[in-house]
């Protein structure tokens, strides 16, 4: 039974950190690119990050480049994303995901497994 679960997530204000983490299980981990894409109010879903299972290459949107940090724990099955200097428009459901790709392209309509998702809602 494929698993992706998704903790860490919760009431930050701007310019505070959060780490969220996702556990994965349930299918061939070496095979797939971990990650996490996003959800605002209204909004579509965006692919944030992604980091390749075999030398940890990662990718970044524009949006969160230089603020978001992304890091994978292959023994734990588990992946990180470091969250630093919170913006309100960083307000949103995180998912993680699983695809064998990421360098090439993080699309959500591309993307094999979704967790449920965790809110991460910004104070104002």
């Known amino acids: 039974q494929v698993q992706l679960v998704e903790s860490g997530g919760g009431l930050v204000q701007p310019g505070g950190s959060l780490r969220l983490s996702c556990a994965a299980s349930g299918f061939a981990l070496d095979d797939y690119a971990l990650g996490w894409f996003r ?4 909004k579509g879903r965006e692919g944030i990050s992604c980091i390749t299972s075999n030398n940890g290459n990662t990718r970044y949107a524009d949006s969160v480049k230089g ?7 292959n023994a734990k099955n588990t992946v990180y994303l470091q ?12 998912y993680c995901a699983a695809d064998p790709f990421c360098l090439s392209r993080w699309d959500f309509s591309e993307v094999d497994y979704w967790g449920q998702g965790t809110q991460v809602p910004l104070s104002s």
Do not use: C, H, V, W
Not at 83 to 94: C, S, V
């Open 83 to 94: 969250m630093n200097n919170l913006k309100p428009e960083d307000t949103a459901i995180y």
């Open 67 to 73: 603020r978001f940090t992304i890091s994978r724990d």
């Open 39 to 42: 959800q605002a109010p209204g």
